[in-house]
């Protein structure tokens, strides 16, 4: 079993950065890609990024692409998401999960989860 464990949510002003992290316990996740998806209240969990097991390859949603990156350092058991230009509409529980395979844009290609972190933009 993978424990995930976000951190680094908070309040920002619109237009800020923010990097959150996500640690990995009890197993390694060298070679899983890993995801980002974040939740606003009301809303459906949504795909924001993901990273391939070496690090190589990474994805986007469109409305992220250019303002979020997201990382891995495997010899730490940790992935981020370094966030620049927030806006509002960025405003959710953010959450990093371990693919299990599929497309990386579903929560059903994910079989484990962290506990979520908030990030609030403000303006």
């Known amino acids: 079993q993978v424990q995930l464990v976000e951190s680094g949510g908070g309040l920002v002003q619109a237009g800020g950065s923010l990097r959150l992290s996500c640690a990995a316990s009890?197993?390694?996740?060298?070679?899983?890609?890993m995801g980002w998806f974040r939740q606003a209240p009301g809303k459906e969990r949504e795909f924001v990024c993901a990273?391939?097991?070496?690090?190589?390859?990474?994805y986007y949603a469109e409305s992220v692409k250019g303002r979020f990156t997201i990382s891995r350092d495997n010899a730490k058991n940790t992935v981020y998401l370094e966030m620049n230009s927030l806006k509002i509409e960025d405003t959710a529980v953010y959450y990093c999960?371990?693919?299990?395979?599929?497309?990386?844009?579903?929560?059903?290609?994910?079989?484990?989860w962290g506990q979520g972190t908030q990030v609030t933009v403000s303006s």
């Open positions: 990273i391939s097991g070496s690090g190589l390859r990474t």
């Open positions: 009890g197993r390694t996740v060298n070679n899983y890609a």
């Open positions: 999960a371990g693919h299990r395979g599929g497309s990386y844009y579903f929560t059903v290609s994910y079989d484990y």
